[in-house]
């Protein structure tokens, strides 16, 4: 292995992420289980055009009858993310969120990498159910998009003299390796 592969598998390795090479590819696939369920991921490096692509893929495919739905939903999801997009393949139904990355005439750092990941798995795990209500049931992707996207009523903005680093608030990081988990258990958790 050599180049942005070589870093990515280092990142992997050093956040104990369990993961597979595919055979001849820059490619890995792993899993996540986010809040509303579990996800296919993937890691794919491109050396010589110097990127490096994430992309999480929904667990079910839209049905033919709820196509336009689902593109009318991811429409209006795109509208606005500064990093990455979902994409809907028209063929399968197959929908999938992609962040990527050109690094030519820079260096791969962890921290990039770990940046690109956690905006992909953030932003697909926000929108997982309401993806799977839009699928699965009959509201509008319009309404499902406005409860998703509106900040909640109840939240309160800080006192002045509150500092937002306050130590005894912190909470574990979403992206810490569980170290409850089972051995056999194959998918990074929140």
């Known amino acids: 292995m050599t180049g942005l592969f070589s870093e990515l598998i280092d990142y992997m390795e050093e956040e104990e992420w369990k993961y597979e090479i595919l055979e001849g590819e820059t490619i890995i696939r792993f899993h996540f289980k986010g809040r509303s369920g579990r996800l296919l991921c993937y890691g794919e490096v491109d050396e010589a055009k110097h990127w490096l692509i994430f992309y999480s893929y929904m667990p079910v495919n839209a049905s033919s009858d709820k196509m336009a739905q689902v593109a009318e939903f991811i429409t209006r999801a795109n509208r606005g993310m500064r990093i990455g997009n979902f994409e809907l393949d028209f063929d399968d139904g197959e929908v999938r969120y992609k962040t990527s990355l050109d690094i030519e005439g820079g260096d791969l750092t962890s921290k990039m990498i770990d ?11 926000r929108y997982f159910a309401g993806m ?9 992707p319009v309404d499902i998009i406005r409860r998703i996207e509106t900040p909640p009523d109840d939240l309160e903005p800080l006192d002045a003299d509150e500092s ?15 170290e409850d988990d089972d051995e056999e258990d194959s998918e990074k958790r929140f």
């Open 115 to 125: 940046n690109l990941l956690r905006a992909n798995l953030t932003t697909i795990d």
């Open 132 to 140: 799977m209500e839009l699928i699965y049931g009959e509201k509008s």
């Open 164 to 178: 937002e680093f306050d130590d005894e608030d912190d909470e574990e990081l979403p992206f810490a390796p569980d």
